[in-house]
């Protein structure tokens, strides 16, 4: 017998459409440890956890639980194996208290048939004072915070008796707050003998909690380290294999005397007699990138469909310049100017399953270079998209292969691409860099600025604190669908502070927050 | 090799084929006293005699339009089974103007046809106009359709068109100035077939090569992305639902006008429901539904010979067919050798 839970030797796997996630990888992790692994995204870390739970099965190599040989053939047999996985979008049955939540599948029974709800209740209490999550088990789950959501999640997988847990970018969706207080309980885990896998590529936090550290780049491991021997700037070198610059005000230009390009006034929306947009008002200026932070949930997906057309308006109003786009359709708005990189890539961005020069061009297909009287113009449209596909260094064999053949971070600037493709006067951007290598967000951002800098007006929404305030001039913070804050000048606050009206404990006076619309 | 998805494709439909048929011989052994020759004749016979051969091609005309018709509204992602109503309603206004006098022997199928046309597209907008404007599920709407379409269709004939001389549902005699003329001697093959040639070779620009195809492909993979994009669904539901029926209608009368010379549809013919097998088993694709429609055609012939020639009944057609549709629309029949071939080549790099 050794101390380690679980060796993975040789594995490789690949995709049925040919995409290489992982090669040749070999990792242990030690019992009771906390052991992350990071990487960009597309590096290969979230298909090397579906296989240890399951999920997935290895095209080759072995996975060795215990000193012995596994196959799992599905998540009920890594569950039993004592292996738990929090993921990174949760699993939960919103009607059902938190009780039911953690016992789901594996129920205490009366006379063998029926659900025993006061034992469930009994049961989940004790586990949670066990492990110190503060949480009223009898309360449904919809009515909970995000934060409160994962611990039902981890609670889920300690009921499950799980030794190994595993951990999806936890920290994705928290606030620094809730972050920490995760922390704390999952040193706990450590000292009990639990053993935490911890997906991330937040370095800041890896190197904070971890024990250990495997790096992944490009489906291969780069080393597993002790955390006291390796430093953030080695990491970073060994992620993306050079230096990243993370201040983009030196490309900056200064842009005096601008007029207000984009200008949104009294947006209100209720969904079920519910409010989840409270009278936002705001302005962008030309060449101005306006930044809106927030815990996500709090209405800022619902004010970008509102703006973007694909959600019908209730009340409020919004312009280009002088021009009223409210009532405008989609394509009218997009023909007045605007243009809009959206959340979801995979659900709005992309079409899968047609080639990238048909994802290139879909705002813009009816322009008049890309047509003739009656059919496309081929040749335009195949020229187009070969100079976009250089100017926005995409990587793919060719314009012609299919767009779910390419990585996370070169689908998005496929949906870059097309977006500045359009000349617009006023851009959305909503979380433009989620989920991707650090590579293509860097460009992704440099493009930005360039097109700020080229006068457009950019709205930048995003629950990635870092990037609001990298590349935003200034900053709105939104809470439960109001804005609460307007931050003139970003280098006048800590994060520690953004974080407090991000959750509502502060929040500036009216006076203050007229700002928001340059008046 | 297998690691190309064209070529992947290519070789499941073949060895599905090729299951299919050593499947049915096994059939023929337990039921036939000749299997032997009963799998040869149904197999090879239709290439024998350009008789046989023209009954495949003729076979395959409505299937063909119908699968043409049907693989449209696929491609939108829009379940709609309503072609077959539409053959049926379009061949009793077919028989409703090929009775009618008229000297021209160009103009009167021209009209008929294109009329015909113009009635099969309409009548599809009421469906897609439910689509489009409240969401309907086109599934229940054009099952509907076809039993209404039914009921009317067959109510016009025995009201208005019905021959006074022939018993059962039957229009009057269609005007030989409405015929299509045969095009190749010995067989029956009609001007139908350069029809369908140039509806098939229209299709596959307007999907491919224009505007609107670009628009109807990509609101069929992504709605959400059609919609964000700025593209208009319920114009697009419409017009797609508009050409569907076009297609279906002109199917129609062009299989009455070539094939036939009255009306006797007493009950709703299935060829709508067999263009929606063409449509899956060519994969939406102009040419593929003409490959399918060929090969469904040649199977059916050869089963045909067979039954008219040996002990076995035409019934057992259905066997190959029932298994080719099997494993093609299998996502997972041969997927293990795709991936392995893939592994071997090690893979693609994305990075």
């Known amino acids: ?519 | 090799m297998l690691a190309n998805e064209k070529v992947f494709e290519a070789v499941k439909m073949i060895v599905s084929l090729a299951l299919a048929l050593l499947l049915t011989l096994v059939v023929l052994f337990i039921f036939s006293e000749t299997p032997m020759e009963s799998f040869q004749k149904m197999l090879f016979a239709p290439m024998t005699r350009v008789r046989y051969m023209g009954n495949v091609i003729e076979l395959m005309i409505p299937l063909a339009f119908a699968g043409l018709a049907t693989a449209l509204l696929f491609r939108t992602k829009l379940f709609n089974l309503g072609t077959e109503g539409i053959f049926y309603f379009c061949g009793v206004v077919t028989a409703a103007i090929a009775t009618q006098t008229m000297s021209n022997s160009f103009i009167h199928p021209v009209i008929t046809i294109i009329v015909s046309g113009l009635v099969g597209g309409c009548i599809a907008l009421i469906p897609g106009f439910f689509k489009a404007k409240y969401d309907t599920n086109e599934l229940v709407t054009s099952l509907m359709m076809n039993a209404i379409l039914f009921g009317l269709g067959l109510f016009v004939i025995k009201r208005f068109l019905q021959a006074s001389d022939v018993p059962g549902v039957a229009s009057n005699l269609f005007e030989q100035t409405a015929r299509l003329p045969i095009i190749i001697p010995q067989t029956r093959i009609h001007v139908g077939f350069i029809i369908l040639i140039v509806t098939t070779i229209a299709v596959h620009v307007m999907l491919f090569h224009t505007k609107l195809g670009y628009a109807i492909r990509m609101t069929g993979l992504n709605k959400n992305f059609a919609k964000y994009s700025g593209m208009n669904a319920f114009y697009l539901f419409l017009v797609v639902h508009f050409m569907s029926g076009f297609i279906g209608g002109i199917g129609s009368s062009v299989e009455l006008l070539g094939m036939y010379n009255r009306f006797q549809w007493s009950a709703l013919p299935g060829l709508g429901f067999t263009g929606a097998l063409m449509a899956m088993l060519g994969k939406n694709n102009p040419f593929g539904v003409i490959a399918a429609a060929f090969a469904m055609s040649y199977l059916r012939t050869g089963a045909d010979i067979m039954a008219r020639t040996t002990d076995v009944p035409v019934e057992i057609v259905a066997v190959v067919e029932a298994v080719v549709v099997l494993f093609v629309s299998s996502q997972y029949f041969l997927r293990k050798y795709h991936e392995r071939a893939l592994i071997k080549k090690g893979g693609e790099r994305v990075e």
């Open chain 1, 1 to 519: 017998m050794n101390d380690y839970i679980l060796q993975l030797t040789d594995i490789t796997k690949i995709y049925s459409n040919g995409v290489v996630a992982n090669r040749n990888i070999n990792v242990d992790f030690k019992k009771g440890e906390i052991h992350s692994v990071v990487g960009e995204n597309g590096a290969g870390k979230s298909t090397l956890m579906k296989m240890i739970f399951g999920i997935e099965s290895p095209s080759s190599g072995q996975i060795i639980h215990k000193g012995k040989e596994v196959a799992f053939s599905g998540s009920m047999e890594a569950i039993l194996s004592g292996i738990g996985m929090v993921h990174q979008h949760f699993m939960l049955i919103d009607d059902f208290t938190v009780a039911q939540n953690i016992v789901l599948g594996m129920e205490p029974k009366q006379k063998k048939v029926f659900l025993d709800k006061k034992a469930a209740i009994k049961v989940t209490k004790e586990l949670a004072q066990k492990y110190n999550f503060k949480l009223d088990v009898t309360k449904k789950v919809s009515g909970l915070t995000v934060g409160a959501k994962q611990k039902v999640e981890i609670l889920k997988t300690l009921y499950r008796d799980a030794e190994v847990i595993i951990l999806d970018e936890p920290t994705a969706v928290l606030t620094p707050q809730e972050t920490e207080a995760l922390f704390v309980n999952l040193k706990q885990f450590k000292e009990m003998g639990h053993t935490i896998i911890f997906i991330s590529h937040k370095l800041n936090e890896v190197k904070q909690i971890s024990d250990r550290i495997t790096i992944m780049q490009n489906g291969e491991s780069r080393g597993t380290f002790n955390n006291e021997d390796i430093t953030m700037e080695q990491m970073t070198e060994l992620i993306v294999g050079r230096k990243v610059s993370l201040f983009y005000d030196d490309l900056k230009e200064l842009k005096p005397e601008r007029s207000k390009a984009f200008e949104v006034r009294n947006l209100d929306l209720k969904v079920q007699d519910v409010p989840v947009l409270k009278d936002i008002s705001f302005a962008i200026r030309e060449g101005e990138i306006l930044g809106i932070a927030g815990v996500q949930e709090n209405g800022q997906s619902e004010l970008v469909q509102i703006l973007s057309g694909l959600l019908p308006a209730q009340g409020g109003s919004w312009k280009i310049f002088e021009e009223d786009i409210t009532k405008y359709s989609v394509d009218q708005k997009r023909h007045a100017g605007l243009a809009y990189i959206p959340e979801d890539r995979m659900k709005e961005g992309v079409a899968k399953g047609a080639n990238v020069s048909e994802n290139l061009i879909s705002t813009f297909f009816d322009r008049q270079d890309l047509n003739g009287k009656i059919l496309m113009n081929q040749k335009g449209v195949s020229s187009l998209a070969d100079s976009m596909i250089k100017m926005f260094s995409i990587k793919t064999k060719n314009a012609k292969s299919k767009i779910e053949s390419l990585s996370g971070g070169n689908i998005q600037k496929v949906v870059v691409a097309r977006e500045v493709n359009t000349q617009p006067k006023v851009m959305i951007a909503e979380q433009p860099t989620r989920g991707i290598d650090i590579g293509s967000a860097e460009f992704i951002h440099k493009k930005l600025i360039e097109m700020r800098n080229s006068n457009i007006a950019i709205l930048l929404v995003s629950a990635d604190l870092n990037e609001v305030m990298e590349v935003s001039d200034r900053l709105l913070v939104m809470y439960e669908g109001e804005i609460v804050a307007h931050i003139e000048n970003i280098k006048d606050i800590t994060e520690k502070e953004l974080g407090l009206y991000m959750l509502g404990v502060k929040r500036q006076d009216e006076e203050s927050l007229k700002g928001a619309y340059l008046c």
